[in-house]
């Protein structure tokens, strides 16, 4: 099994990525998430079994077990194949009876039920549907949402360019860096999906086959296109589904996320919360 991301600590002392990296549970990226926890779910071990949580988009399993390991009725939702296969050897390794995997489309959250908090890192920007999955999510979520997810730029001329930026510009720009003071996306022109402002990414070829689909383990899986939200949209977005705060938070980054994540890759961690 080779794990991509998440450096898990196992049963038998073995890290699923070996010595070479950094563990996920010791990463800035985890503990900004457990300072957010410790806010507004203060209470004890025994105390947090009461409490649900889902993590969506699980991929390897790192955040739906540190969460299980601090006491949280945890279930993760994963699409892939592979993904749920290594989510679950860890699992198995780990020995924790509050922690359970699902293989299913994470649009079908609602069908487990309702959760104190959602964990949506890393996959509202692979939807084509993000406001739907929003209301969703906000739906079944009760507290707390902490959301890691890319933004569309409002301005980037280079969006406006079509064919010339996706086939001469990013490709240049990708080698040589050469004027890429934010990262080149090779996203749509701005335009409207579900009525909001956002821009548009090409996940995989539309007809491209289920096997080559279940390859791309951090990729989209029902759509071959996802929509990126501008960030006032996204987060007006949240207010309208009923979240009546949303933060930013910023303590995330340093080691396996580099400290220019928000302004070069359009990317943010938003703490939204129902009072
Ligand atoms: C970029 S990875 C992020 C994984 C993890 N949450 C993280 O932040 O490290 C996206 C994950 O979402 C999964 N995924 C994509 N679309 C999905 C969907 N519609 N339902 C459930 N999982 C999905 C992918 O298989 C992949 O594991």
């Known amino acids: 099994m080779k794990f991509t991301a998440h450096n898990i600590l196992l049963g038998d002392g073995t890290k699923t990525m070996g010595d070479g990296h950094i563990l996920f549970s010791e990463s800035e990226l985890w503990k900004s998430i457990v300072k957010t926890l410790d806010l507004f779910f203060p209470g004890t071990k025994e105390e947090r079994k009461k409490v649900k949580v889902v993590d969506l988009g699980s991929l390897e399993g790192g955040y739906a077990v540190e969460l299980a390991k601090l006491g949280f009725d945890t279930l993760g939702i994963e699409a892939r194949e592979e993904n749920i296969a290594k989510c679950?050897?860890?699992?198995?390794?780990?020995?924790?009876?509050?922690?359970?995997?699902v293989k299913d489309d994470a649009r079908n959250i609602a069908n487990y039920?309702?959760?104190?908090?959602?964990?949506?890192?890393?996959?509202?920007?692979?939807?084509?549907?993000?406001?739907n999955f929003i209301k969703t999510m906000s739906s079944c979520n009760s507290k707390l949402m902490l959301l890691h997810t890319h933004f569309a730029p409002e301005r980037d001329i280079r969006y406006g360019l079509g064919f010339l930026n996706t086939y001469f510009i990013a490709p240049i720009q990708k080698r040589t860096k050469i004027l890429e003071f934010t990262k080149n996306w090779r996203l749509s022109a701005i335009t409207r999906n579900e009525g909001y402002r956002g821009r548009w990414l090409k996940e995989y070829n539309k007809n491209a086959s289920k096997k080559k689909i279940e390859k791309l383990l951090w990729s989209s899986y029902n759509n071959d296109q996802s929509f990126w939200l501008c960030k006032k949209d996204l987060t007006t977005a949240l207010h309208e589904a009923g979240y009546d705060s949303v933060f930013e938070q910023f303590n995330y980054t340093g080691d396996i996320i580099p400290h220019n994540n928000n302004y070069h890759y359009k990317r943010g961690m938003f703490v939204a919360l129902k009072h």
Request: proline content about 3%; some cysteine.
């Open 113 to 131: 039920g309702n959760f104190d908090i959602v964990l949506c890192y890393g996959l509202l920007y692979h939807l084509n549907d993000p406001i």
């Open 88 to 101: 679950n050897h860890v699992k198995d390794s780990l020995n924790l009876s509050n922690l359970k995997f």
